[in-house]
């Protein structure tokens, strides 16, 4: 039974698991002038897609009733458990998610296999291509990927409606098989969650804003990921072609995506540069797929 907003329990949520998360748990880079254990609140806020402001508002006590999409937002940012991220909702007067829903958290497992890959960029996808963690390699090949707003950081929703200059080039025909692709994922993730709200959204948001995405959600296809090779303009390292293979955790009905190259070849040596650089901003320019 839900009986309003428990402020002060949520604040005190919130502020230990900011505390918990180290910047590298979460692409960002962990500098060496860091007054305070975990994340700033800033980060946390480029994180979910909110405000600095909210966060303060929210730690302190004081802030608004959070709508479900920013329990969302926050559980991701800050890689709650389930336990937890259940906590949090029902301080915040909310309902956690219920079994049938796309899980947006990553899962614990996942996180360690995150954390362990070092040399090699990698993300973890929701069911729905929802980018919810990367590695600092990732954010070093594919740019700032914190710098997407919380609604737009789906990679199927950056393939038809991203404005953003991409770094990933294909072909006509790539760019057509993986466009079929996705629509064929978002089909596959509305048939295994029917009643997931945020999917519901993201199918209808891109029905209405491209022609493109229509049509190829009316013509109906299937089909599953598969392992390719994808070719990565970088601002910095020039054009790199990488081997692109998809991990999936089926009890979460998430996926990892690792980016890998042969060794010797000129791609191999510029992930080796990158591990080099990747706490550095290479350049100025936001991610995009």
């Known amino acids: 039974m839900l009986v309003g907003v428990n402020r002060n329990e949520l604040a005190a949520l919130l502020r230990r698991a900011r505390e ?3 910047p590298e748990d979460v692409g960002l880079p962990a500098g060496s002038r860091r007054r305070v254990p975990g994340l700033r609140r ?13 966060i303060v508002r929210l730690e302190q006590g004081r802030g608004p009733h959070p709508s479900t999409q920013v329990l969302q937002a926050l559980s991701r940012a800050l890689r709650l458990p389930d336990p937890e991220r259940d906590q949090l909702y029902v301080l915040a007067d909310a309902a956690p998610p ?8 990553v899962r614990p497992g996942l996180l360690r296999l995150l954390d362990r890959l070092t040399d090699l960029p990698a993300l973890v996808l929701s069911a729905k291509s929802d980018v919810l963690a990367w590695n600092p390699m990732a954010a070093a090949l594919l740019g700032d990927l914190s710098r997407w707003p919380d609604r737009e950081r789906n990679i199927i929703w950056q393939r038809f409606l991203g404005t953003g200059p991409g770094r990933v080039a294909m072909a006509p025909e790539e760019r057509e098989a993986v466009k079929l692709t996705s629509v064929a994922t978002l089909r596959t993730a509305m048939a295994r969650y029917p009643e997931d709200l945020a999917l519901l959204r993201l199918i209808s948001g891109l029905r209405r804003g491209s022609a493109e995405f229509e049509r190829l959600w009316g013509e109906g296809h299937t ?3 598969r392992s390719l090779t994808t070719t990565v303009d ?11 293979d998809t991990v999936s955790m089926p009890c979460a009905d998430q996926s990892m995506i690792i980016y ?13 540069l990158l591990r080099v650089t990747e706490s550095q901003d290479l350049a100025p320019t936001g991610a995009s797929y």
């Open 20 to 22: 918990r998360v180290r």
């Open 42 to 54: 800033e980060e946390v806020a480029q994180l979910a897609g909110l405000s600095v402001e909210y």
């Open 98 to 105: 219920r079994p049938g829903q796309i899980q947006m958290t």
């Open 223 to 225: 089909c599953d990921w």
């Open 234 to 244: 970088h601002p910095d390292l020039g054009r790199l072609v990488l081997d692109c």
């Open 260 to 272: 890998s190259a042969t060794p010797g070849t000129p791609a191999a040596q510029a992930l080796a």
